[in-house]
């Protein structure tokens, strides 16, 4: 089949070729995506036989949504990868998209703040833990910023997936792009502390029961969602004295970073920790860190005093 002609239907390739990579189920639904972005925009512009400048315009197009670097980068290699699997495949004569440069897809540093030690301090002693809700949120946040756990991690956690092994008590989660339960975090006898006092203070029925569960009304019992996880901690942050944009939830996870590091942690290592599969994302962490050393050293400071004006 060769597909070279005036009118060319982008639509019937696309599930053949996102079925033809070798990927994981939801990298599959970022292709489609990708897929159904650059079709709508083809449309749009009345295109049916795109063309090497049609990639090009696509490209400046997407610099003029306000995306991140990140996004216009994963739409750029799908589109460059549906063009070369077109080409391999001889629906196409020509790989139209051979010579469009893709784009960098790092930031120097990230978008989140992280808490100091004081902060981390003043924000669990903010927590009452008299009551059931108390020692679960206690539990839920020493638990986030020891381990580095993500959200979506913790959500998905059972009570029988955290058992001992070698002497250490480890938790075991369905990482980032996994398939199954294959990764672990260290569960240090200060994390599990307020851990067994949260599940000894709630009714368990089973060791397949949600490690952390609602206390609503309406979902007593049942797991939480990344909705109300993070809502709560929001809502604790902000009890504590930590309202703001940069500080959320996922400042938890980034907090076990920064503070790992300078705790004397190699780059590897918490590369490792955190599940990271390329050490330039750990790499963000060091530039948070040279931030903090800036703030300390603080020329601005020393030379304001100096002038004593």
């Given at each position: 089949m060769?597909?070279?002609?005036?009118?060319?239907?982008?639509?019937?390739?696309?599930?053949?070729?996102?079925?033809?990579?070798?990927?994981?189920?939801?990298?599959?639904?970022?292709?489609?995506?990708?897929?159904?972005?650059?079709?709508?925009?083809?449309?749009?512009?009345?295109?049916?036989?795109?063309?090497?400048?049609?990639?090009?315009?696509?490209?400046?197009?997407?610099?003029?949504?306000?995306?991140?670097?990140?996004?216009?980068?994963?739409?750029?290699?799908?589109?460059?990868?549906?063009?070369?699997?077109?080409?391999?495949?001889d629906f196409?004569?020509?790989?139209?998209a051979?010579?469009?440069?893709?784009?960098?897809?790092?930031?120097?540093?990230?978008?989140?703040?992280?808490?100091?030690?004081?902060?981390?301090?003043?924000?669990?002693?903010?927590?009452?833990?008299?009551?059931?809700?108390?020692?679960?949120?206690?539990?839920?946040i020493?638990?986030?910023?020891?381990?580095?756990?993500?959200?979506?991690?913790?959500?998905?956690?059972?009570?029988?997936?955290?058992?001992?092994?070698?002497?250490?008590?480890?938790?075991?989660?369905?990482?980032?792009?996994?398939?199954?339960?294959?990764?672990?975090?260290?569960?240090?006898?200060?994390?599990?502390?307020?851990?067994?006092?949260y599940?000894?203070?709630?009714?368990?029925?089973?060791?397949?029961?949600?490690?952390?569960?609602?206390?609503?009304?309406?979902?007593?019992?049942?797991?939480?969602?990344?909705?109300?996880l993070?809502?709560?901690?929001?809502?604790?942050?902000?009890?504590?004295?930590?309202?703001?944009?940069?500080?959320?939830?996922?400042?938890?996870?980034?907090?076990f970073?920064?503070?790992?590091?300078?705790?004397?942690a190699?780059?590897?290592?918490?590369?490792?920790?955190?599940?990271?599969?390329?050490?330039?994302?750990?790499?963000?962490?060091?530039?948070?860190i040279?931030?903090?050393?800036?703030?300390?050293?603080?020329?601005?400071?020393?030379m304001?005093?100096?002038?004593?004006?």
């Amino acid at each position: 089949m060769n597909a070279h002609v005036e009118n060319f239907n982008i639509d019937e390739f696309i599930h053949p070729f996102i079925a033809a990579q070798d990927i994981a189920l939801n990298s599959r639904t970022t292709y489609l995506n990708a897929m159904m972005q650059f079709t709508r925009w083809c449309a749009e512009k009345k295109i049916t036989y795109p063309k090497h400048e049609t990639i090009l315009s696509y490209k400046f197009w997407l610099d003029t949504k306000g995306l991140s670097s990140y996004t216009k980068a994963i739409y750029i290699i799908v589109i460059r990868r549906f063009f070369s699997w077109l080409h391999d495949s001889d629906f196409l004569k020509e790989n139209i998209a051979r010579k469009i440069k893709g784009i960098k897809r790092y930031a120097k540093s990230h978008q989140k703040e992280s808490l100091s030690i004081e902060s981390l301090k003043k924000l669990l002693a903010s927590i009452d833990c008299s009551n059931m809700q108390g020692k679960r949120d206690y539990a839920l946040i020493n638990l986030l910023v020891r381990t580095g756990l993500r959200l979506k991690e913790v959500v998905s956690a059972n009570l029988d997936d955290m058992y001992e092994q070698r002497g250490e008590m480890l938790l075991w989660i369905h990482g980032k792009g996994r398939s199954s339960k294959d990764e672990f975090v260290l569960l240090t006898p200060q994390t599990l502390t307020s851990l067994h006092e949260y599940l000894q203070s709630r009714e368990i029925k089973s060791e397949k029961d949600p490690l952390f569960v609602s206390l609503s009304d309406r979902n007593y019992g049942k797991r939480l969602t990344m909705f109300s996880l993070s809502r709560l901690i929001k809502k604790r942050l902000r009890a504590a004295g930590f309202d703001s944009k940069r500080i959320t939830a996922h400042s938890l996870r980034h907090t076990f970073g920064v503070l790992s590091m300078q705790a004397g942690a190699s780059l590897y290592e918490v590369q490792l920790a955190m599940r990271h599969t390329a050490p330039t994302t750990t790499q963000l962490y060091l530039g948070d860190i040279e931030r903090l050393k800036r703030l300390e050293a603080s020329p601005e400071r020393k030379m304001s005093n100096l002038l004593d004006l």
